[in-house]
């Protein structure tokens, strides 16, 4: 189990005045993506253009969230701090989806997000311990017959792969067609990874980098 970190901050001079994730970036996005084509041309291989800023839109929030937990983890942010922060952006990612074209497609990543979030407050309370195969093991036996306990499950592997294990790549060879939600929530988890991966030099220092 990962180090249970101390609720005091270590340096915070700056940080209020930071925000990872804001109202306006969300919406600017939101904007963006009802401009953009999901259904792409039949005959082409490229994928929509849609899909691709859906791609990046994703891998924005993963990014200034897991930001959060690398400060956390490096102990210059408390518990307290962290959660709030962690809180703050959740209202943002989690709020009611727009109506319009874009419900569906908004819903969908909720749903994929439930995982970083719950991953994110399991490493906060230290509450991430076992074994990654073993966890898919469960998680598969359990999928949408109970979403509860399977995202439960997904939770502790995201928080696992926070505090630096592998996963999920090798677990997802199957038929893609059929996701069941352990499904996507590992998709997310292996996408929190490779967020991850981005920020290996990542040493923030309160808004003097981004």
Same mark, same amino acid.
């Given at each position: /189990? %990962?180090?249970?970190?101390?609720?005091?901050?270590?340096?915070? +001079?700056?940080?209020?005045?930071? =925000?990872? =994730?804001?109202?306006?970036?969300?919406?600017?996005?939101?904007?963006?993506?009802?401009?953009?084509?999901?259904?792409?041309?039949?005959?082409?291989?490229? /994928? +929509?253009?849609?899909?691709?800023?859906? !791609?990046?839109?994703?891998?924005? &929030?993963?990014?200034?969230?897991?930001? $959060?937990?690398? @400060? *956390? #983890?490096?102990?210059?942010?408390? %518990?307290?701090?962290? @959660? !709030?922060?962690?809180?703050?952006?959740?209202? &943002?990612?989690?709020?009611?989806? +727009?109506?319009?074209?874009?419900?569906? $497609?908004?819903?969908? &990543?909720?749903?994929?997000?439930?995982? #970083?979030?719950?991953?994110?407050?399991?490493? $906060?309370?230290?509450?991430?311990?076992?074994?990654?195969?073993? @966890?898919?093991?469960?998680?598969?036996?359990?999928?949408?017959?109970?979403?509860?306990?399977?995202?439960? $499950? %997904?939770?502790?592997? !995201?928080?696992?792969? &926070?505090?630096?294990?592998?996963?999920?790549?090798? =677990?997802?060879?199957?038929? /893609?067609?059929?996701?069941? *939600?352990?499904?996507?929530? @590992?998709?997310?988890?292996?996408? /929190?990874?490779?967020?991850?991966?981005?920020?290996?030099?990542?040493?923030?220092? *309160?808004?003097?980098?981004?």
């Amino acid at each position: /189990m %990962a180090r249970k970190k101390s609720g005091k901050d270590k340096s915070e +001079p700056q940080s209020t005045l930071y =925000y990872f =994730y804001t109202q306006e970036r969300w919406d600017n996005w939101l904007k963006t993506l009802e401009e953009m084509d999901f259904e792409g041309d039949p005959e082409s291989e490229e /994928m +929509p253009e849609g899909l691709q800023s859906l !791609g990046n839109f994703t891998q924005d &929030i993963n990014v200034s969230v897991l930001k $959060i937990m690398k @400060l *956390f #983890l490096k102990g210059n942010y408390g %518990a307290e701090t962290a @959660l !709030g922060k962690l809180n703050e952006v959740e209202e &943002i990612v989690m709020a009611n989806a +727009p109506e319009g074209e874009l419900t569906d $497609i908004i819903e969908g &990543i909720q749903l994929r997000f439930l995982v #970083l979030f719950l991953a994110c407050k399991k490493v $906060i309370s230290g509450d991430a311990e076992g074994d990654i195969k073993t @966890l898919v093991k469960e998680g598969r036996a359990v999928s949408d017959d109970d979403s509860a306990k399977a995202l439960e $499950i %997904a939770a502790t592997i !995201g928080a696992l792969v &926070i505090n630096g294990k592998s996963c999920c790549g090798k =677990y997802l060879r199957g038929d /893609m067609d059929e996701l069941d *939600f352990f499904d996507d929530w @590992l998709i997310e988890i292996d996408e /929190m990874g490779a967020s991850l991966k981005t920020l290996k030099n990542f040493d923030e220092q *309160f808004g003097d980098s981004v």
